[in-house]
Nanobody
């Protein structure tokens, strides 16, 4: 059974930082590309960042230069370091296994003005 558990969300002021974590079980983590998506109220879910099994990264334009995705294949964990946060980053952030329907339940990030 595949499980993805996110943590690290919360309330932060504009300009602040948060680090999200997602720990996976039930998959061979090191062979899978992983991704972070987000869904803001009233909007569709969108890709934020992804990392291939060999470490190639991809970022959505709104977060380039501010967010960094990384992974620890020993801990079966993928991270999203978010710096210089803006109110428009407010959303539920989901961890997922690329090209599958495996998703976590999400963690809420709220950026106040």
């Amino acid at each position: 059974q595949v499980q993805l558990v996110e943590s690290g969300g919360g309330l932060v002021q504009t300009g602040g930082s948060l680090r999200l974590s997602c720990t996976a079980s039930g998959i061979i983590f090191r062979v899978n590309a992983m991704a972070w998506h987000r869904q803001a109220p009233g909007k569709q879910r969108e890709l934020v960042a992804s990392m291939s099994r060999i470490g190639i990264t991809n970022y959505a334009d709104p977060v380039k230069g501010r967010f960094t995705i990384s992974r620890d294949n020993v801990k079966n964990t993928v991270y999203l370091q978010m710096n210089s946060l803006k109110p428009e980053d407010t959303a539920v952030y989901y961890c997922g296994v690329m090209d599958t329907n495996y998703w976590g339940k999400g963690t809420l990030v709220t950026v106040s003005t």
